[in-house]
Nanobody, 116 residues
């Protein structure tokens, strides 16, 4: 059974940086596209970025040029480098993948708060 564990969230001032990590286990990590999504209080979930199994990346427009998604297939991990953070980036951030039988699976999330 696949497991995803996010870490690296916290409180940061506007303009600051954070690096989120997601440790994956229990599935063949290297063949899956991996995604970061977020959900702010009172709002629906929002796709943030995806990295395919071959390393192709895509981003929601609001984070382009500020966030970078990456993966390390040797350690079964993905990362989200977040620079020039804005208050509107505050949310719980989740990593996920699409299991062929079980649908989209998420970790427990990590809280990011951008505030002065």
């Amino acid at each position: 059974e696949g497991q995803l564990v996010e870490s690296g969230g916290g409180l940061v001032q506007p303009g600051g940086s954070l690096r989120l990590s997601c440790a994956a286990s229990g599935f063949n990590f290297g063949i899956y596209d991996m995604t970061w999504a977020r959900q702010a209080p009172g709002k629906g979930p929002e796709w943030v970025a995806t990295i395919t199994s071959i390393g192709t990346t895509s981003y929601v427009d609001s984070v382009k040029g500020r966030f970078t998604i990456s993966r390390d297939d040797a350690t079964n991990a993905i990362y989200l480098q977040m620079d020039n953070l804005k208050p509107e980036d505050s949310a719980v951030y989740y990593c996920s993948y699409v299991h062929p039988a079980r649908g989209t699976l998420y970790g427990q999330g990590t809280q990011v708060t951008v505030s002065s």
